[in-house]
């Protein structure tokens, strides 16, 4: 899958372009993935499916990309991944 901005929980993030393999994106996010609707059109945001219940860190960026209409609890948490469609 190819990922065009790497989102951190400290609100620093990456912008590029890099294929990464299902196991990669797994590592960036701390466990199994989950993709989200994203606010950009033919983006996603890969997340960590367990994130809240895990207690993982809010990340203010990546929650406010998320598509409107969308429920989140919270927020996104943990580092995330926006990828192209």
Same mark, same amino acid.
């Given at each position: 899958?190819?990922?065009? #901005?790497?989102?951190?929980?400290?609100?620093?993030?990456?912008?590029?372009?890099?294929?990464?393999?299902?196991?990669?994106?797994?590592?960036? %996010?701390?466990?199994?993935?989950?993709? %989200?609707?994203?606010?950009?059109? @033919?983006?996603?945001?890969?997340?960590?499916?367990?994130?809240?219940?895990?207690?993982?860190?809010?990340?203010?960026?990546?929650?406010?990309? %998320?598509?409107?209409?969308?429920?989140?609890?919270? @927020?996104? #948490?943990?580092?995330?991944?926006? %990828?192209?469609?």
């Amino acid at each position: 899958m190819t990922v065009i #901005r790497k989102i951190y929980t400290d609100g620093k993030s990456e912008e590029g372009e890099w294929k990464m393999s299902l196991e990669q994106m797994q590592k960036f %996010v701390g466990g199994y993935i989950e993709q %989200v609707r994203s606010n950009i059109p @033919h983006r996603a945001l890969i997340v960590n499916e367990e994130g809240f219940l895990d207690n993982l860190p809010q990340n203010p960026q990546a929650t406010a990309l %998320v598509a409107a209409g969308m429920s989140v609890i919270d @927020h996104i #948490r943990g580092n995330a991944l926006l %990828v192209k469609l």
